[in-house]
């Protein structure tokens, strides 16, 4: 099983044979990480309200100085998925409660990066970290009930459906409908152990 030192500032998570890595994204890469958003945009902007927040040099710092202040508070985090030398997307914490067990997780990538399976282990490889290292009882996964790729990255990843949030969340002046999917941690166990 992989654990992440999160602590360790320099590392890089092999996510399988094809040579994509996981990496912290810290707030020393806003540009690596401007540049990665204005490839993929209006990709990830379908759901995702990151490219509305990240729009010039000072804010992609500033979002990464946010994620930064969470980790030191252990409160949430933020890590880079890289495809080579390429930044293409990334999976954080949004939330984290070590206190109460329980931490919210997400995701976005470029378009090219999509059909690879990098987010789901990705997500995977965090989960591992937050249930075996920190304790975390209870995963969630929050989703737009329009984002079927990201409702099956929670099916691939045995969570699940809670139940959906009905316009629960207003984005691009629309209200949204949202599913919650969570995986606890024994049936995160049980799951890993069966495979």
Known sequence: MLVLTLEARMYAVSLGGDGA????????????????????????????????????????RAQLQAYADKAAADRGRIYGIWAGSRLVGGVLFVTMDVEQGTAEAGCWLEPSAVGKGLVTRAVRTIIDWAIEERGIHRVEWRVSTANQPSISVAERLGMTKDGTLRESYLYRGERQDTEVWSVLAPEWRATRQAS
């Open 21 to 60: 890595e996981l990496r912290p994204l810290e707030p020393w890469q806003a540009d690596e990480f401007l540049a990665h958003i204005d490839r993929g945009r209006d990709f990830i902007g379908q759901y995702v309200g990151l490219p509305d927040r990240v729009t010039d040099l000072r804010s992609s």
